[in-house]
Structure formats: C-alpha cells, structure tokens
Nanobody, 117 residues
Framework: QVQLVESGGGLVQPEGSLRLSCLAS????????MGWYRQAPGKQREWVAA???????NYADAVKGRFIISRDSAKNTVYLEMNSLKSEDTAVYYC???????????WGKGTLVTVSS
C-alpha cells in the first residue's frame, strides 16, 4: 500500500520559514519524481516544485528563489524548505510521487501552511 505522509505545516509569520517533509512508503522511492503542490482556499491546486530521481529540481515562478526542494533516498523522504514566506503562500501543501508509468501517480493528504501575522 502506497502512503505519502506530509508533516511540518503550521502557522508562520510573514518573512518566516518552514520545512515540510513527506515520508513515502510502498514505492521504490529512488525511481520516482517527487513533487509538491498546493491549494489555496477557493483556488485550484497548483504545482510548486519537483525533483527528479537524478536530483534535478524545478520550481514554479511564484516560489523560485524562496523555496528549495530536496530528497533523501535513504529516508524515503522529500523536503520543501520554504523561506521568505508571504501571505499568498497560505495553502494546503500536497506531496506527489510520479513514477515512470503515468498511472503510478500518488498523493498525500496534505499539510496546512498558514502565513499570517
């Protein structure tokens, strides 16, 4: 059974930092592209960042230069370090695992990040 479990969300002040974690089980983690998505209240889910099995990272323009995605295959975990947070970063953040086969696509249940003073 595949499970992606996010953690690390919470309330943070503007310009603050948070680090999200996503622990994966039930998949061969090392061969999956891992990503983070977010969904703000009243908006559609949007892609935030992804890291390939080879370690190449890509970011949405809205977070480029502020967020860093990384992975630790020994721990089956992907991280999202979020810096200089803004109110518009407030959202539920979801972890995603995408395998080589398109149908091998899995989601976590999300973790809420609230940026507010």
């Amino acid at each position: 059974q595949v499970q992606l479990v996010e953690s690390g969300g919470g309330l943070v002040q503007p310009e603050g930092s948070l680090r999200l974690s996503c622990l994966a089980s039930g998949i061969r983690f090392s061969i999956y592209t891992m990503g983070w998505y977010r969904q703000a209240p009243g908006k559609q889910r949007e892609w935030v960042a992804a890291i390939t099995r080879g370690g190449s990272a890509n970011y949405a323009d809205a977070v480029k230069g502020r967020f860093i995605i990384s992975r630790d295959s020994a721990k089956n975990t992907v991280y999202l370090e979020m810096n200089s947070l803004k109110s518009e970063d407030t959202a539920v953040y979801y972890c995603n695992a995408q395998g080589v086969i398109a149908s091998n696509n899995y989601w976590g249940k999300g973790t809420l990040v609230t940026v507010s003073s």
